[in-house]
């Protein structure tokens, strides 16, 4: 953080902190502003902002409250959803698509269709994941070019995600860049560089609604496979699903298995390469791995945050939520509260307690695919550790302007082999 940056977020008024702009994210100076709520107004009424008024939560025990009191906070789509933009939950109004999915719904239906998807990642059929991801890993950090400038989120990040998302969905290998844009365009809103309206993030997303349908109509007919598709397909819960709900559905899987995965690989470089001495630790010790991907996660945190909405007045750090109130829990700002983690700012790869983090988040909705995202980052910086010393970065890696995914759009490195 420049102190430039650092004097804006101390120089505004108090109630007049605006968190939710995608452009603070965009350029790195989100955390600054949430290190003065924390301090000075925990639990943040903001009256104006580009997504009408709502409720900041940014300290960790809060955001527990709130993750886990589902009952008091609603994650429903009737309500609002789980973005503080409602227009992408909506989809733009009249021009846009109502997407319902298991995350964006309470109790029961959302314990129903969540259970239909849980079996991909049971501890069995990730065993049996595993030594596919290794041979794929291996393969695309074989292809890179030493000692030559490259971008690591292209070539490395998004190839790895997206071949998994591929084989979880049993989804055609050489059309498998199209779930990484269709995970883009879910969560985008004109503007922001990834579509220029409304109507256009409609036509992409029934171009995948329309992709996934023919691969529905295959598998309803076949026996029951290990796949996605095939379990929602096959699921009681889920097989008679309108047509919106199952592309609700499958984009939330598109961007539950893409977004945390494919930033935390970018973010571990950056914050290794930021790191030097932890990466010595890392060469010294190559079984602080374990330690380290879920250091990644929280440092990452590649979510910045959930929405509820208040089903019912309540109180959460002194403060009365009304009933219909947005509230936005700040992951990002939780997984740098001082009063919980030690030295939260400082990325340490040999935590005594590194899964001690919000990026999952709490409760009903807690990530389901979180051991297999921990898995995949494990199993890539085994990997990069038999074949480099180091990954340089070189410059200022470019974020994506969100407020809801903490991510990058390019990453330019250099590898130096052992």
Same mark, same amino acid.
């Given at each position: 953080m420049t102190r430039t940056g650092t004097e804006a977020a101390y120089a505004i008024p108090l109630d007049k902190i605006d968190v939710s702009s995608p452009a603070l994210f965009k350029d790195d100076s989100a955390g600054t502003? !949430?290190?003065?709520?924390?301090?000075?107004?925990?639990?943040?009424?903001?009256?104006?902002?580009?997504? @009408?008024?709502?409720?900041?939560?940014?300290?960790?025990?809060?955001?527990?409250?709130?993750?886990?009191?589902?009952?008091? !906070?609603?994650?429903?789509? @009737? !309500? &609002?959803?789980?973005?503080?933009?409602?227009?992408? *939950?909506?989809?733009? &109004?009249?021009?846009?698509?109502?997407? +319902?999915? !298991?995350?964006?719904?309470?109790?029961?239906?959302?314990?129903?269709?969540?259970?239909?998807v849980s079996p991909i990642v049971a501890p069995g059929n990730l065993a049996l994941l595993e030594s596919t991801i290794r041979e794929r890993v291996g393969a695309v950090l074989d292809s890179l070019p030493i000692d030559e400038e490259f971008d690591w989120v292209d070539r490395v990040s998004i190839e790895?995600?997206?071949?998994?998302?591929?084989?979880?969905?049993?989804?055609?290998?050489?059309?498998?860049?199209?779930?990484?844009?269709?995970?883009?365009?879910?969560?985008?809103? +004109?503007?922001? &560089?990834?579509?220029?309206?409304?109507?256009?993030?409609?036509?992409?997303?029934?171009?995948?609604? *329309?992709?996934?349908?023919?691969?529905?109509?295959?598998?309803?007919?076949?026996? +029951? @496979?290990?796949?996605?598709?095939s379990m929602l397909a096959h699921s009681p819960a889920t097989r008679n699903m309108t047509p919106e709900e199952y592309l609700g559905n499958v984009l939330l899987l598109i961007v539950g298995g893409n977004d945390t995965t494919r930033n935390s690989m970018t973010g571990g470089v950056l914050a290794l390469h930021q790191n030097p001495d932890q990466m010595a630790k890392l060469r010294a010790s190559p079984a602080l791995i374990e330690s380290m991907v879920p250091e990644i996660i929280r440092w990452q945190t590649p979510l910045a945050h959930m929405r509820r909405t208040a089903k019912e007045d309540s109180v959460v750090g002194?403060?009365?939520?009304?009933k219909g109130d947005k509230v936005v829990m700040w992951y990002f700002s939780g997984n740098r509260d001082d009063e919980v983690i030690d030295r939260p700012d400082s990325f340490i790869i040999d935590r005594p307690n590194p899964r001690q983090h919000l990026s999952f988040g709490f409760g009903i909705h807690r990530c389901v695919g979180n051991r297999l995202a921990e898995m995949q980052l494990r199993i890539l910086w085994e990997e990069i550790l038999n074949r480099f010393d180091r990954i340089e970065v070189i410059g200022e890696p470019e974020r994506v302007q969100s407020n809801f995914v903490r991510g990058y759009t390019k990453m330019m490195v250099r590898v130096h082999a052992r």
């Open positions: 502003y !949430f290190e003065r709520l924390r301090k000075e107004d925990p639990v943040h009424y903001c009256a104006e902002s580009a997504y @009408g008024p709502y409720w900041s939560i940014t300290k960790y025990k809060d955001i527990m409250h709130v993750d886990t009191h589902h009952d008091i !906070f609603s994650s429903a789509a @009737g !309500f &609002g959803g789980i973005i503080i933009d409602d227009n992408i *939950q909506k989809g733009g &109004g009249e021009e846009g698509l109502d997407l +319902p999915n !298991f995350i964006a719904m309470d109790r029961p239906r959302h314990d129903e269709q969540r259970k239909a790895i995600t997206t071949q998994m998302l591929a084989t979880l969905f049993d989804f055609p290998f050489e059309d498998r860049r199209k779930l990484t844009r269709w995970s883009d365009v879910t969560t985008a809103a +004109p503007g922001g &560089g990834v579509v220029d309206s409304w109507a256009q993030r409609k036509d992409e997303l029934m171009e995948c609604a *329309q992709y996934f349908q023919t691969l529905w109509n295959e598998r309803v007919n076949e026996d +029951p @496979g290990n796949d996605l598709i002194g403060k009365t939520i009304r």
